[in-house]
T-cell receptor, first 111, second 114 residues
Framework: KQEVTQIPAALSVPEGENLVLNCSFT??????LQWFRQDPGKGLTSLLL?????REQTSGRLNASLDKSSGRSTLYIAASQPGDSATYLC??????????FGTGTRLQVFP | EAGVAQSPRYKIIEKRQSVAFWCNPI?????LYWYQQILGQGPKLLIQ????????DSQLPKDRFSAERLKGVDSTLKIQPAKLEDSAVYLC????????????FGPGTRLLVL
């Protein structure tokens, strides 16, 4: 059974810092991995999707990497801003065609 | 392009009452998902539709939860009767096709069962 873990559970950093969010999964047989952002009271917004054959994806200040063999992904946020404050969720899709989510990392960036 | 619409946004009911949630996916999206997100946890898939057929409902508590997607567009999720542990945010998502496509999420319905 696929399990997804995210570390840390919460993170508070000053504006301008570069930071790394971690995601690990127990079953390496995945189709893809996706990082989402969730703002309070709102749904999820997809940030990056990495196919199993890819090693990383970039969008603006965000970079996500995938090491399928070790069951790990990282989301790198460069030059963090207060507007980045949100909960970040990673989710993996395996051969059951189902998205399995982690519990998220709650990020606060203060001015 | 309009996003995924959900209503109501908030609902408070007493235990043993019934409640229904509505979702309108993005136009043309064949696949529709209902997730349950309990506070402090990631979303958990309850049911997945492909057009108007059920693809996966393995985690749907069928003794109290039901869902339908008539005509392959809008969908409703019903809880009858509700329990305290059903308090959660219910998220609807849609994607163009199955599998490798990005899912687009609605704002969710926050349910509180007293």
């Amino acid at each position: 059974k696929q399990e997804v873990t995210q570390i840390p559970a919460a993170l508070s950093v000053p504006e301008g810092e570069n930071l790394v969010l971690n995601c690990s999964f127990t079953d390496s047989a995945i189709y893809n991995l996706q990082w989402f952002r969730q703002d309070p009271g709102k749904g999820l917004t997809s940030l990056l999707l990495i196919q199993s054959s890819q090693r990383e994806q970039t969008s603006g200040r965000l970079n996500a990497s995938l090491d399928k063999s070790s069951g790990r992904s990282t989301l790198y946020i460069a030059a963090s801003q207060p507007g980045d404050s949100a909960t970040y969720l990673c989710a993996v899709r395996g051969n059951t065609d189902k998205l399995i989510f982690g519990t998220g990392t709650r990020l606060q960036v203060f001015p | 392009e309009a996003g995924v619409a959900q209503s109501p946004r908030y609902k408070i009911i007493e235990k043993r009452q019934s409640v229904a949630f509505w979702c309108n996916p993005i136009s043309g999206h064949a696949t529709l998902y209902w997730y349950q997100q309990i506070l402090g946890q990631g979303p958990k898939l309850l049911i997945q539709f492909q057009n108007n057929g059920v693809v996966d409902d393995s985690q749907l508590p069928k003794d109290r939860f039901s869902a339908e997607r008539l005509k392959g567009v809008d969908s409703t999720l019903k809880i009858q009767p509700a329990k305290l542990e059903d308090s959660a945010v219910y998220l609807c998502a849609s994607s163009l096709v199955r599998s490798q496509e990005t899912q687009y999420f609605g704002p969710g319905t926050r349910l509180l069962v007293l």
